[in-house]
């Protein structure tokens, strides 16, 4: 038994050492970039909401809302890992397809995010292509809000409400692809790194609030996805 239990150690060993001498080497590299985001939040009715919101003459995505912009990052990269962090800063709108447009406040609002990637890459000619999984913790800075009139008001300034970290931040599980694009200067060890990604996010306290004290919502799903451009430099 003891002989078995030793050959198959054995047999592990050399077929571990076997795929990892096959995996690329660890390479490290750094670099900064930019970022197009856009995440949406769906509300889920319950048969009241359903109701109240046929009685009142409002539109299915009455509660839904977007928010589209843009911001930049610095990223850390460790071959088969990424670490990144940024800030990004959205305008949000109302997706109610019922309600005046015109009349929506303007709302801001601004995120630090903290990402962590596990991702593997694999070459196609002289491009390293990889898949990216990992999460987004998109921590709130500020939101402010603008009516078309009266004046600007922030988070968490009177009211009696809460702070934007503890009310609007949220945990997102994210999926995507990259690929590093050498640039012929520099040795090589300069390249243009792509990179997309769509992820599913936590509900924020606000949200998990809203679904406590209202009998019209059931819950809300977010999501969105992100588009980067990143020039990288090889240490």
């Not at 670099?31 to 409002?58: C, E, I, Q, V």
């Amino acid at each position: 038994m003891k002989k078995k239990v030793l050959l198959a150690l054995i047999i592990t060993v050399m077929v571990a050492g076997g795929v990892f001498a096959q995996l690329p080497p660890i390479e490290f590299s750094a670099g900064l970039g930019g970022t197009f985001g856009a995440f949406f939040s769906s509300a889920t009715l319950t048969s009241d909401g359903k109701t109240a919101n046929k009685d009142a003459g409002w539109a299915k995505d009455t509660g839904n809302m977007r928010s589209i912009g843009g911001g930049f990052f610095a990223y850390f990269d460790a071959t088969y890992a990424m670490a990144s962090v940024g800030m990004n800063f959205y305008g949000t709108k109302s997706q109610n397809s019922s309600y005046n447009s015109s009349d929506d406040p303007k709302v801001t609002l601004t995120t630090l995010d903290i990402e962590l990637f596990g991702k593997y890459p694999f070459e196609i000619g002289a491009f390293t292509v990889f898949p990216l999984l990992g999460v987004d913790f998109k921590i709130a800075l500020s939101q402010t809000s603008k009516p078309k009139e009266g004046d600007k008001t922030k988070w968490g300034d009177g009211d009696g409400e809460g702070s934007a970290a503890g009310d609007l931040t949220t945990i997102w599980f994210k999926l995507g692809a990259g690929a590093d694009i050498p640039l012929p200067i520099m040795d090589g060890k300069l390249y243009l790194r792509p990179m997309i990604t769509y992820g599913i996010g936590t509900s924020a306290k606000t949200q998990k609030d809203l679904v406590k004290a209202e009998d019209n919502f059931k819950g809300f799903f977010n999501h969105g996805f992100d588009i980067k451009i990143a020039a990288g430099y090889k240490f």
